[in-house]
């Protein structure tokens, strides 16, 4: 056992069956190391924890009788459950509003809960925190009055995040902007004040828990896809190679300066309700075009290479159709997407798993049964009882911005 230190209690009056005594005054630390233990332990410890309070009554009056009776010692075990290292901190909400003065990195804004699991509540005023992710570092928080009261607490902090590994940094931006839960990690911790006393640093620096970081849920990142060139080199019913020129315009959660300087997709097109083409786009070099507001643009990309599967000949069919017989035609685009954005302090953060939520692909016009073919010229080299043998050149008009290539 080991003594922590004494408070003085005032006067109480005890009832006959149950009394509850508040108490508010001065905890008087006597042995700095052993409180500086105990704090440590009860902040780890899962379980109780047990504290015995010691007194000495210099008195007691009874009601019911006079005169008042000599020193009685007192003795209570107090049993207290841990904080469990605090448990998971689940953050409700992460902004990133934009860039830190001075080149220092991003700016960021978390709201969190933290869940106390004991019956102590502690005031530790104002903490820093590191937060890191697969123990690579993303950055540092801070808060003004880190508050342990009952139950649920709800916490807001600051910050700047200057991740140190580009590769975890994104692989954590990866799960977030695909809606993925991430799980950070938090601490050590420090006092943001030069008065903190020695006992609530130790604390401090042993100070680590899990983060959970839901995924954004917010509206689509990918919004709007423009072809501005498909071209279509038809091999056989199966072999379909593609190369294409992809505008997309992007609304990213993010208030701080990017470019995006490659981009790449795995999507399926869908014509009538039915996948008939999957694409998977290569990771190409794209132009960026910022737009009004932070993290709006239009990236634009010219992918070669692309290796076209078809999902269902029918879809396929059909959708080809309506591109060559009809006045336009419309597919579906499902899947996913990735960018590489490129930050003056994050260097070249790859982002991949971005949702593709059904954007439209409009061709418009169609090639609407080539009304406009000409005959250039009609050579008869022959023929016999059965036909004739000639050589026929036309001159097609293709008012789309989709090109074939048959082996016709």
């Known amino acids: 056992k080991h003594h922590l230190g004494h408070l003085s209690m005032p006067a109480q009056k005890l009832n006959k069956q149950r009394t509850l005594i508040h108490v508010q005054e001065t905890f008087a630390i006597d042995d700095v190391q052993a409180f500086t233990d105990f704090t440590v332990s009860l902040l780890q410890e899962k379980g109780l924890l047990t504290w015995e309070l010691h007194a000495t009554i210099p008195w007691i009056q009874v009601k019911v009788l006079p005169g008042r009776y000599g020193t009685i010692d007192f003795r209570k075990q107090v049993q207290l459950r841990g904080f469990a290292g605090l448990g998971t901190i689940q953050v409700d909400d992460l902004d990133l509003p934009g860039d830190a003065p001075q080149g220092r990195g991003i700016l960021a804004k978390i709201n969190a809960t933290i869940h106390n699991p004991s019956i102590l509540q502690i005031e530790l005023g104002g903490v820093n925190l590191s937060l890191s992710y697969k123990d690579k570092h993303l950055g540092d928080l801070h808060t003004d009055n880190l508050f342990l009261g009952l139950g649920a607490t709800h916490l807001s902090l600051t910050g700047i995040l200057r991740p140190e590994d580009v590769l975890s940094a994104g692989e954590f931006f990866s799960a977030y ?16 004040h030069d008065e903190c006393p020695s006992w609530m640093r130790t604390l401090l620096h042993t100070l680590k828990s899990n983060a959970s970081v839901p995924g954004y849920q917010g509206p689509p990142v990918l919004q709007k896809l423009d072809a501005q060139q498909l071209g279509l080199t038809l091999n056989s019913d199966i072999d379909v190679s593609m190369n294409a020129t ?19 997709a795995d999507v399926n097109l869908s014509f009538g309700g039915q996948a008939s083409l999957n694409l998977d786009i290569p990771l190409s070099t794209a132009t960026w075009d910022p737009g009004p507001a932070p993290g709006q643009g239009v990236v634009t990309v010219h992918a070669t290479g692309i290796n076209a599967t ?31 954005i490129v930050h003056c302090l994050l260097g070249n953060l790859m982002i991949s798993g971005i949702p593709i939520p059904g954007l439209a692909v409009d061709i418009n016009p169609g090639l609407n049964s080539i009304p406009g073919m000409v005959v250039e010229s009609l050579d008869v080299l022959g023929g016999n009882a059965n036909g004739l043998n000639v050589a026929l050149q036309t001159r097609v008009p293709n008012p789309m911005v989709v090109h074939f290539q048959t082996p016709l």
Request: hydrophobic share 50%; charged share 5%; net charge positive.
């Open 177 to 192: 902007m695909g809606g993925h839960m991430a799980v950070a990690s938090t601490g050590p911790g420090s006092c943001s």
């Open 246 to 264: 992809l505008a997309v315009k992007i609304a990213a959660p993010f208030g701080f300066t990017f470019a995006i300087e490659r981009l790449s």
């Open 310 to 340: 078809v999902l269902n000949h029918t879809a396929f069919a059909q959708s080809l159709k309506q591109i060559v017989t009809g006045p336009s035609a419309s597919l579906v685009a499902f899947g996913v997407g990735g960018v590489t």
